[in-house]
T-cell receptor
Framework: DTEVTQTPKHLVMGMTNKKSLKCEQH?????MYWYKQKAKKPPELMFV???????INESVPSRFSPECPNSSLLNLHLHALQPEDSALYLC?????????????FGPGTRLTVL | AQRVTQPEKLLSVFKGAPVELKCNYS??????LFWYVQYSRQRLQLLLR??SRESIKGFTADLNKGETSFHLKKPFAQEEDSAMYYC?????????????FGSGTRLSIRP
C-alpha cells in the first residue's frame, strides 16, 4: 500500500458539533502532517508528528486537536469550529530519512462549517 | 522571513511551446527546494527536488544561487501538463521537517 488515505472525503458540520478527520498510511513512514488549504491558496502546515509525538504546532487554535494513536494513523479532532475553518484538510506522511523528506499527500477532506 | 516567491498566478502557453514557471527564494543558507504539482482532481505530489537533479515528465529545474532562483522548465508543453504548480522550500530539524509552499502558478496548456 503506497498511498495516504483520508476519511471522510467530505464533511459538513455545525459550529457546535464535534467531528474527527482520519488519515492512514502503511508505508512505514515515521512523520505525519496536517495541512489546511483554502480555495486558490497553497497548503498551510498545521501540525507535524514524528515518531508518534507532536513535534510542530504552527500556532493552530485549540479547536483543532491532533492525535497520533500509532505510527500509521493520524486524527484531527474538531470542536466548536467557525465558518472560516471551512477548507480542504490534507494529510501527508514522510520517512524522516533526511534533511527534508518527500511528503506524500492524501486526497484531502473537504470540510464545510455552517 | 525566508520564503519562496512565484510571481505568476497564471501561465498560459500553447501545446508544443516551451514552459518556464518562475520561482525565487530568499534564504541565507543552502536551500532545499522542491516543485510540487496538483493535477485536477488528483492529490498533491512531488514533481522534483533540486537535490536529485533529475528530469520528471520532461521538466527540469536548476538551482541558480546567483539569481536565487529555481525555475521549472520544459522545452515542449503537453496538454496533460495543465495543473497547479507549487514551488516549495524545506526546513529540516532533527525530529521533523516542514515544507513551506509558494503561492502557486496555474499552468494552462492551450491546444
Amino acid at each position: 500500500d503506497t498511498e495516504v488515505t483520508q476519511t471522510p472525503k467530505h464533511l459538513v458540520m455545525g459550529m457546535t458539533n464535534k467531528k474527527s478527520l482520519k488519515c492512514e498510511q502503511h508505508m512505514g513512514h515515521r512523520a505525519m502532517y496536517w495541512y489546511k488549504q483554502k480555495a486558490k491558496k497553497p497548503p498551510e502546515l498545521m501540525f507535524v508528528y514524528s515518531y508518534e509525538k507532536l513535534s510542530i504546532n504552527e500556532s493552530v487554535p485549540s479547536r483543532f486537536s491532533p492525535e497520533c494513536p500509532n505510527s500509521s494513523l493520524l486524527n484531527l479532532h474538531l470542536h466548536a469550529l467557525q465558518p472560516e475553518d471551512s477548507a480542504l484538510y490534507l494529510c501527508a506522511s514522510s520517512q524522516l530519512s533526511g534533511r527534508t523528506d518527500t511528503q506524500y499527500f492524501g486526497p484531502g477532506t473537504r470540510l464545510t462549517v455552517l | 522571513a525566508q520564503r519562496v516567491t512565484q510571481p505568476e498566478k497564471l501561465l498560459s502557453v500553447f501545446k508544443g511551446a516551451p514552459v518556464e514557471l518562475k520561482c525565487n527564494y530568499s534564504y541565507s543558507g543552502s536551500p532545499e527546494l522542491f516543485w510540487y504539482v496538483q493535477y485536477s482532481r488528483q492529490r498533491l505530489q512531488l514533481l522534483l527536488r533540486h537535490i536529485s537533479r533529475e528530469s520528471i515528465k520532461g521538466f527540469t529545474a536548476d538551482l541558480n544561487k546567483g539569481e536565487t532562483s529555481f525555475h521549472l522548465k520544459k522545452p515542449f508543453a503537453q496538454e496533460e501538463d495543465s495543473a497547479m504548480y507549487y514551488c516549495a522550500r524545506g526546513e529540516g530539524y532533527s525530529s521533523a521537517s516542514k515544507i513551506i509552499f509558494g503561492s502557486g502558478t496555474r499552468l494552462s496548456i492551450r491546444p
